[in-house]
Nanobody
Framework: QVQLVESGGGLVQVGGSLRLSCAFS????????MGWFRQAPGKERVFVAA????????YYSDAVKGRFTISRDNTDNTLYLQMDSLKTEDTAVYYC???????????????????WGRGTQVTVSS
């Protein structure tokens, strides 16, 4: 079993930055890759970014490419999402997820991720 806990959300103005963290624990050797997803009010959960363990390959949705950066700190088992140039449409609950059989073709498919955190709220105000 893997446990995930997100933090770092909050209220920020348009154009500002936030860094989300996802602390992972438990059977972390089972993880092959991790991702960030978000869900805005009244909308479905959508893919934001993902990172493959080992190679470190990263993947981004078109909506955040060039503004968000996913990274990993190996020393303290934490996944990060650096969010810059935030827009009002970035407002959502952000979730991190982990997958034991990560693949490029399924990186953006939330249904393939086995473990999920509870989310952290990000609100971007104008």
């Amino acid at each position: 079993q893997v446990q995930l806990v997100e933090s770092g959300g909050g209220l920020v103005q348009v154009g500002g930055s936030l860094r989300l963290s996802c602390a992972f624990s438990g059977r972390t050797s089972s993880i092959a890759g991790m991702g960030w997803f978000r869900q805005a009010p009244g909308k479905e959960r959508v893919f934001v970014a993902a990172r493959r363990w080992g190679s470190g390959s990263t993947y981004y949705s078109d909506a955040v490419k060039g503004r968000f950066t996913i990274s990993r700190d190996n020393t303290d088992n934490t996944l990060y999402l650096q969010m810059d140039s935030l827009k009002t449409e970035d407002t959502a609950v952000y979730y991190c997820a982990a997958d034991r059989r990560f693949s490029t073709n399924e990186a953006a498919d939330g249904a393939t991720y086995e473990w999920w955190g509870r989310g952290t709220q990000v609100t971007v105000s104008s």
